[in-house]
């Protein structure tokens, strides 16, 4: 499934007696017992039905479908919503994350640990709520802005549709941008800024040379993160849209849950497997860069 | 820390500050509307909590999230410490597939766990604590990692050994007291995650408090804002004491 799952040959080579196989795996066994019956199991199994035809015969024609109408607007848009809501929350989410971490007191800077934890997990119906009170069509914001002159629903706009839900989906990716890109500012050392400062270089120069490269890639690595946050999140789209925007999650909540039906019994696996490797295109390397610049963020 | 007016902090802090408060503080104007009447009141919320399922769901919630917890502290923390300080060769791959189901959509793992217990697994609700013990393992794992990594592991570990006290001993009362803060984090998310947890919850066809909010707003939409409102600041209450009464040690090492 992915290169992590490869290193596990390395254990095979300590079967040589029993009491090192006992000492050099035996207490990690109930973990990995879990691990492997709730987690890996479930996702092997998953993999293995997209294969199977009705007749539980195998068959590619699962994920022939998934490239048709509808499902491939599915892609496209979930995609999408994934890569704007990412592209949007970085940037001030990075900004963000560096004054509080830098500049903010102890107590102020786990508030907002605590506070972004809430938040990057709100989502569903409680979420709808807010913007359906704030920017529905009798939202308080909605009324504000009309008073300005700006009636936002004057054109198409509503919440159910992408611009919406777009905005929408902010409202937890921005606190998981604080969150995954903190610890990276965390570990810029004072000293650095100072020695080049030393140096002769200017705030502009730091940032620059020292600064923007050092950070960068945790960046790319938590806007990667966002994008798989976004691409698959399910719970807001279901509950703010009523299937007037197709997205792959809603699309596979609804073969789950035999609202729609469709003629092949393994679609919405396959759909699965198809969401579990475009999110791994973006969580493998977010994985690979986060434990590169562990090395360094190590003090 | 200098207590001087910090311009970009302020700034940054303004407008996080409107972004999060404009919706949540509508919401919460809706939630205590009282419409027979006109005017506001706690109308809403006292219907609310008068709700037998009310205090049903919230228990059922809780507990769920504390038998997860249970399992983290139980298994994960005990098998990390060994980890941490056995030379075993398998701790790359343990570290591999921990942090594995950050990879998976959690629709996608529904769909897979729909399939694959039998069924006595999925009769009890008691799946879902394990369920959710794996969407949060990354999360534990990484905070639990940190605060190992940030410790002279093998020096307490030893001076604990060599004055008597044996495995478990050690770690119950060396090595937890020592990473209390990040324990403290790792019970924190994990408690989270499954007290909030839906998507999962609902594509499997339990019943929880998110669950329970979904359908209320199908007969009393006022009283479900309510209750929303409530979802969010109970965690955000719990975690903020949680974290405020654990002892000032950053596992950053910053000072």
Do not use: C
């Not at chain 1, 699962?62 to 509808?70: G, L």
């Not at chain 1, 798989?228 to 009523?242: M, P, Q, V």
């Not at chain 2, 999360?139 to 478990?168: Q, V």
């Amino acid at each position: 499934m992915t290169p992590n799952v490869i290193e596990g040959g390395a254990p095979s080579r300590g079967r040589a007696s029993l009491t090192s196989f006992l000492k050099n795996v035996a207490p990690a066994l109930p973990l990995l017992a879990i691990i492997g019956y709730f987690f890996l199991f479930p996702i092997g199994r998953l993999i293995y039905v997209s294969f199977m035809s009705n007749e539980n015969t195998f068959t590619l024609d699962n994920f022939r479908t998934t490239m048709q109408e509808p499902y491939r607007s599915g892609f496209i848009n979930s995609i999408k919503i994934g890569l704007f809501s990412a592209a949007i929350a970085a940037l001030p989410g990075a900004i963000a994350a560096y004054f509080i971490e830098s500049r903010g007191p102890v107590k102020l800077r786990r508030t907002i640990s605590v506070m972004s934890g809430v938040l990057a997990n709100t989502g569903g119906v409680p979420l709808a709520f807010m913007f359906y009170a704030a920017l529905g069509i009798q939202g308080q914001l909605t009324k504000v802005l009309k008073f300005f002159g700006w009636d936002i629903y004057a054109g198409r706009f509503s919440l159910a549709t992408f611009l919406g839900l777009l905005i929408v989906y902010l409202y937890f990716q921005l606190p998981l941008m604080v969150i995954v890109f903190s610890p990276a500012i965390v570990a810029l050392r004072r000293e650095w800024s100072e020695a080049a400062r030393n140096l002769g270089a200017s705030q502009l120069n730091y940032w620059i040379k020292i600064g923007i490269p050092l950070l960068f890639p945790s960046f790319i690595a938590s806007f990667l993160l966002l994008f798989a946050s976004g691409f698959s999140a399910y719970a807001t789209a279901n509950a703010l849209t009523i299937g007037d925007i197709a997205l792959t999650p809603l699309q596979i909540g609804g073969l789950l849950d035999g609202n729609v039906s469709a003629a092949q019994l393994n679609l919405g696996k396959a759909l699965g497997v198809v969401m579990i490797v475009i999110s791994a295109f973006a969580v493998i390397p977010y994985l690979a860069i986060q434990r590169r610049s562990a090395r360094w963020q190590k003090q | 820390m200098k207590r001087k007016l910090d311009l970009p902090l302020t700034i940054t802090l303004s407008a996080l500050a409107l972004f999060v408060f404009i919706p949540m503080l509508s919401a919460f104007e809706f939630s205590i509307r009282t419409p027979a009447k006109g005017g506001y009141g706690w109308d809403q919320y006292l219907w609310a909590i008068r709700e037998e399922e009310f205090f049903y769901y919230i228990i059922r919630s809780g507990w769920l999230a504390a038998v997860t917890v249970l399992i983290t502290l139980i298994v994960l923390v005990p098998t990390m410490t060994w980890l941490h300080l056995s030379k075993s060769t398998i701790r790359p791959f343990v570290d591999g597939i921990s942090l594995l189901p950050l990879v998976i959509p959690v629709v996608a793992f529904a769909v897979g766990a729909q399939i694959s217990f039998p069924e006595f697994v999925q009769d009890t609700v008691l799946e879902l604590p394990f369920l959710y013990f794996v969407l949060a393992l990354p999360y534990a794992y990484r905070t639990l990692d940190i605060g190992l990594n940030s410790i002279p592991l093998k020096t307490l570990t030893e001076a604990a050994r060599s004055a008597g006290a044996n495995w478990w001993r050690t770690i119950i009362t060396v090595i937890i007291p020592v990473i209390k803060s990040a324990v403290v984090g790792t019970v924190a998310i994990t408690f989270a995650l499954s007290l909030g947890e839906y998507t999962l919850t609902v594509l499997l066809h339990w019943d929880t408090f998110p669950t329970w909010v979904t359908f209320v707003a199908q007969e009393n939409i006022l009283g479900a804002i309510a209750i929303s409102m409530m979802s969010l600041i109970i965690p955000f209450l719990v975690l903020t004491a949680v974290t405020l009464v654990s002892p000032e040690r950053s596992t950053q090492g910053r000072k």
